[in-house]
C-alpha cells in the first residue's frame, strides 16, 4: 500500500487527474487538485499510476508504506 501525495501550490489545474482517477482526485473552485482519498489502493493504483505520468507539472507522487 502507498501514500498518495499532491503539491496543491505546483497544481496547474490540467485535470487529468480526474478525468483518469475521480474517486481520488478532484478539483476545487480554483481549479487546483483536491486528494479525496489519499491511500493507493489494489482497486485504483492503475488509474493513480496513470495520473502520475499524465501529470504535467508532475504534483502527484506516492510514498510506500512500510510493512
Do not use: S, W
Not at 53 to 64: F, N, S
Amino acid at each position: 500500500m502507498a501514500t498518495i501525495r499532491v503539491d496543491r501550490e505546483a497544481c496547474c489545474g490540467n485535470g487529468m487527474c480526474v478525468a483518469l482517477a475521480p474517486d481520488v482526485f478532484d478539483l476545487d473552485d480554483d481549479g487546483v487538485v483536491v486528494l479525496l482519498d489519499p491511500t493507493a489502493t489494489a482497486q485504483n493504483e492503475a488509474a493513480v499510476a496513470q495520473a502520475i505520468a499524465c501529470c504535467p507539472t508532475a504534483v502527484i507522487t506516492l510514498d510506500e508504506v512500510p510493512a
